[in-house]
């Protein structure tokens, strides 16, 4: 395990979201960091280059130092012993392994930790609360599946007593089926919603749920759960938790809720906690899901005491949101191009609705790509029954070839034809080229282009600004 003579750590699989993650903060802690990944992506390439944290580009036995003092493995299909010689050295090294979740937790047992759970939210709600925190001079450590914009990076250790957690539901690693959010010692929780995700691994519902009720076991009596109260089964999971709870929510009914919405480029609403308005807030983040997590995070706030209103008010207003997060690629062309988080059918649809919602009478074209096992699993075949209905516009992009003959994965074409099914203009963009080909033929100059994904989408998120900023500059 990482002790205090720890002082060599090797990662495999760096440059995923959260391994990256953990590498900023180990190396914040003093150790040297080294590690490996392969087929990796902005914006995580460029935030270890910021950080000064070099690793190997192919995996290889020979990749492990010799006075490595532990090795933390990811939790992704090609790190897999039988299939990895860098893996199968690592266990065969006599050198101590830990999962991502492990090697968190140690860095974490002596503070008071909130985790942010749910199916969806999970980024961009730890993201506010650490930036509000960071804002008003707390200075909290933070660990983040994602990169929030304005920060610097998505994880940071300081000496404050408050350790902020995306947490996670999927299992620790490839021995350990525990799920990781179950080994982050907390004392206090957001849980956004518990809808049905990660088919592959939780066949059903009732499976999905279990680490839920789990976790929110782990609570303790002198901690505050701050729960969705219309989040899909949130109610029923924390109605045995030994933790003060207080719900929030959209409606009124909610204890903490939004009045007098008025979206636009700066939405504003007040902020309730029963019949009493609090204070006003703005935001410049799209969509009725984002002022949801607004609430949930102000609700924790304000009933720990660790801001105050004004404090609050200005921290919320000058927060940008998270890169992929329904983020705006460029303000140098007429047409809008935001990249949202589509690795399952609810997260892509809180993309649709928000898109709709501000702006209604805009054609929308969208680029999607099934990175996940889910959008490629045939039980999922009737989320493209209605999750392009406000899209005029879909172009697909090829799935990844991991696991494509195992978890009753859809070929390219199987994915292609079923959308078909539903919407009349359908492409498949085979490439890059392929894919701006397309658009260089049917974008007009007031479109929206929506980037759907969990992943690198060929590179479409800097070629596609580029393209539309020299077609349609903005004037």
């Known amino acids: 395990m990482i002790k205090n003579k720890t002082k060599k750590i090797h990662l495999?699989?760096?440059?995923?979201?959260?391994?990256?993650?953990?590498?900023?903060?180990?190396?914040?802690?003093?150790?040297?960091?080294?590690?490996?990944d392969e087929g990796f992506y902005e914006p995580i390439l460029g935030l270890l280059k910021k950080n000064n944290?070099?690793?190997?580009?192919k995996y290889s036995a020979e990749n492990i130092p010799e006075d490595a003092d532990t090795i933390i493995i990811g939790n992704h299909a090609g790190l897999n012993k039988n299939t990895n010689e860098e893996v199968a050295k690592a266990f065969s090294s006599g050198i101590p392994i830990q999962s991502l979740p492990e090697g968190l937790a140690l860095l974490a047992n002596k503070t008071e930790n909130t985790i942010v759970v749910g199916s969806f939210g999970k980024s961009t709600t730890s993201a506010l609360l650490a930036w509000c925190l960071e804002k008003s001079k707390k200075n909290p450590s933070?660990?983040?599946?994602?990169?929030?914009?304005?920060?610097?990076?998505?994880?940071?250790?300081?000496?404050?007593?408050?350790?902020?957690?995306?947490?996670?539901?999927?299992?620790s690693a490839g021995w350990d089926p525990r799920a990781k959010f179950l080994h982050l010692n907390p004392t206090n929780a957001i849980f956004t919603?518990?809808?049905?995700?990660?088919?592959?691994?939780?066949?059903?519902?009732?499976?999905?749920?279990?680490?839920?009720?789990?976790?929110?076991?782990?609570l303790p009596a002198k901690g505050l759960l701050i729960y969705s109260k219309n989040?899909?089964?949130?109610?029923?999971?924390?109605?045995?938790?030994?933790?003060?709870?207080?719900?929030?929510?959209?409606?009124?009914?909610?204890?903490?809720?939004?009045?007098?919405?008025?979206?636009g480029e700066k939405t504003t609403f007040d902020l309730y906690k029963n019949n009493k308005k609090i204070i006003n807030l703005s935001t410049k983040m799209l969509g009725m899901?984002?002022?949801?997590?607004?609430?949930?995070?102000?609700?924790?706030?304000?009933?720990?005491?660790?801001?105050?209103?004004?404090?609050?008010?200005?921290?919320?207003?000058?927060?940008?949101g998270i890169s992929g997060r329904l983020d705006l690629k460029s303000d140098k062309t007429s047409v809008q191009i935001y990249e949202g988080f589509g690795s399952s059918y609810s997260k892509a649809q809180s993309v649709f609705s928000a898109l709709k919602?501000?702006?209604?009478?805009?054609?929308?074209?969208?680029?999607?790509?099934?990175?996940?096992?889910?959008?490629?699993?045939?039980?999922?075949?009737?989320?493209?029954?209605?999750?392009?209905?406000?899209?005029?516009?879909?172009?697909?992009?090829?799935?990844?070839?991991?696991?494509?003959?195992?978890?009753?994965?859809?070929?390219?074409?199987?994915?292609?034809?079923?959308?078909?099914?539903?919407?009349?203009?359908?492409?498949?963009?085979?490439?890059?080229?392929?894919?701006?080909?397309?658009?260089?033929?049917?974008?007009?100059?007031?479109?929206?282009?929506?980037?759907?994904?969990?992943?690198?989408?060929?590179?479409?998120?800097?070629?596609?600004?580029?393209?539309?900023?020299?077609?349609?500059p903005k004037k």
């Open 12 to 36: 495999i699989g760096i440059c995923g979201k959260g391994m990256s993650a953990l590498a900023i903060l180990l190396k914040e802690k003093g150790f040297r960091v080294t590690g490996t």
């Open 53 to 57: 944290i070099k690793f190997n580009t």
């Open 142 to 171: 933070y660990f983040i599946g994602a990169m929030p914009l304005g920060m610097k990076k998505n994880a940071h250790l300081s000496k404050s007593r408050h350790f902020i957690f995306e947490g996670d539901e999927y299992p």
């Open 193 to 218: 919603s518990a809808e049905h995700d990660h088919i592959n691994v939780f066949p059903t519902e009732k499976d999905y749920i279990k680490p839920y009720q789990k976790f929110i076991s782990l």
């Open 231 to 263: 989040g899909k089964n949130v109610a029923s999971i924390t109605s045995k938790t030994k933790s003060k709870k207080v719900d929030y929510g959209i409606s009124k009914d909610s204890t903490w809720h939004p009045e007098n919405i008025k979206y």
């Open 289 to 320: 899901h984002n002022i949801e997590n607004i609430i949930g995070v102000s609700a924790f706030l304000l009933e720990k005491k660790l801001l105050s209103p004004t404090e609050l008010q200005k921290s919320i207003a000058s927060f940008k």
């Open 357 to 472: 919602l501000h702006f209604p009478n805009k054609k929308l074209i969208t680029i999607f790509e099934p990175h996940t096992f889910s959008w490629r699993n045939k039980q999922a075949s009737a989320w493209y029954k209605d999750i392009f209905e406000t899209s005029e516009v879909v172009i697909v992009l090829p799935p990844p070839t991991h696991g494509a003959t195992t978890h009753q994965q859809m070929s390219f074409q199987e994915i292609v034809t079923e959308i078909k099914k539903y919407k009349k203009e359908v492409y498949a963009g085979k490439n890059e080229k392929e894919v701006l080909s397309v658009l260089n033929k049917i974008v007009k100059k007031d479109d929206i282009i929506a980037l759907i994904s969990s992943g690198p989408l060929l590179g479409l998120t800097k070629s596609v600004p580029n393209l539309m900023e020299t077609k349609f």
